[in-house]
């Protein structure tokens, strides 16, 4: 059975930066692309960040520019790099993976809180 475990969450001020990471297991990692979502409790949930298999990334407009997604095959891992944080990108981040049409994997979610 496929599992995605999220960590790297936390609580940093307006401006900071934070590394989460999404780790994979069960899975021929290096055939999927991999997401992140973030959803507040006001918010449906929010595509955040998308890696394909071959590395093409694409981002929401609200964090372009400050976040990066990338990805380590030899360690099942997909990465989020979160710089200059605003207190609107507080929430659960999750990342998943489409294993085909009808099936897509969750993580459990890791939260991020900025405030100072």
């Known amino acids: 059975q496929v599992q995605l475990v999220e960590s790297g969450g936390g609580l940093v001020q307006p401006g900071g930066s934070l590394r989460l990471s999404c780790t994979a297991s069960?899975?021929?990692?290096?055939?999927?692309?991999l997401n992140w979502y973030r959803q507040t409790p006001r918010k449906q949930r929010e595509l955040v960040a998308e890696?394909?298999?071959?590395?093409?990334?694409n981002y929401v407009d609200s964090v372009k520019g400050r976040f990066t997604i990338s990805r380590d095959n030899s360690k099942n891992t997909v990465y989020l790099q979160m710089n200059n944080l605003k207190p609107e990108d507080t929430a659960v981040y999750y990342c998943n993976v489409r294993l085909g049409p009808y099936s897509v994997v969750w993580g459990q979610g890791t939260q991020v809180t900025v405030s100072s």
């Open positions: 890696i394909t298999s071959d590395d093409t990334t």
């Open positions: 069960q899975i021929d990692f290096i055939l999927y692309g």
